[in-house]
């Protein structure tokens, strides 16, 4: 069975551009997270959707970032206009049903904004 | 009192012997705490998991001790390896939540 899926694996825009990174979550899972890693600090949470609703999204850093689910399959997370803080590692998961079931992620997108 | 393991950022271990990570907690009310490794150029993945009920529990090579008076997880490994050389981070979830709430990470080396 295929993991989770990220696109691209590294991306290196210049500030004020626009960045859509992809992630392909594991097949039949309904929930799906964004969480960050910046300048090797901790993994931070961005949000998390419910098949196609976006159950959580307190952690989205500002409205410059936009995240969708449409058809509940593949998500996608925009970053427009971006900055330079915007730089790090963007990492997508997905779960089964159910609070306690494992996270399963995927393999990042190093993201470097110039 | 109970000491309490401090959290360092990097931790070199030579190979054959027991590791230990130490991580602090911050929310009183979460209920379910995870062990994650990561590699270079992968995702993180899991190790091993505790519920708030329990204080301790065993995989293969691996020991979660999860002391909620002080808040307070750490993670045991057993003869380390060097495939076991990455950075692990500790994360909880609280009480009916989804997200997960990550540690600063420990960079661990295996020194041949």
């Known amino acids: 069975e295929a993991g989770v899926t990220q696109f691209p694996s590294h991306s290196v825009i210049e500030k004020g551009q626009t960045v859509t990174l992809r992630c392909d979550p594991i097949s039949g899972h309904d929930n799906l997270y964004w969480y960050r890693r910046v300048m090797g600090k901790e993994i931070k949470f961005l949000l998390h959707?419910?098949?196609?609703?976006?159950?959580?999204e307190s952690g989205m850093p500002n409205n410059r970032f936009l995240a969708e689910r449409t058809g509940g399959t593949y998500s996608t997370l925009k970053v427009q206009p971006a900055e330079l803080e915007d730089s790090g590692v963007y990492f997508c998961a997905s779960s089964n049903r159910g609070v306690y079931n494992e996270q399963f992620f995927g393999p990042g997108t190093r993201l470097t904004v110039l | 009192g109970e000491s309490v393991g401090l959290h360092l950022p990097t931790l070199s271990v030579q190979e054959g012997d027991n590791s230990i990570i130490n991580c602090a907690y911050s929310?009183?009310?979460?209920?379910?705490f995870i062990w994650y490794k990561q590699e270079s150029g992968k995702g993180p993945q899991f190790i091993i998991d505790?519920?708030?009920?329990?204080d301790k529990r065993q995989g293969q090579r691996v020991t979660v001790l999860l002391n909620k008076t002080v808040k307070h997880l750490s993670l045991q490994i057993a003869a380390t390896q060097p495939g076991d050389s990455a950075v692990y981070f500790c994360?909880?979830?609280?009480?009916?939540?989804?997200?997960?709430?990550f540690g600063a990470g420990t960079t661990v080396t295996v020194r041949a």
């Open positions: 994360a909880e979830i609280p009480s009916n939540d989804y997200k997960l709430s």
């Open positions: 505790i519920r708030s009920n329990m």
């Open positions: 959707f419910v098949k196609e609703s976006k159950q959580d």
């Open positions: 929310n009183s009310a979460s209920d379910y």
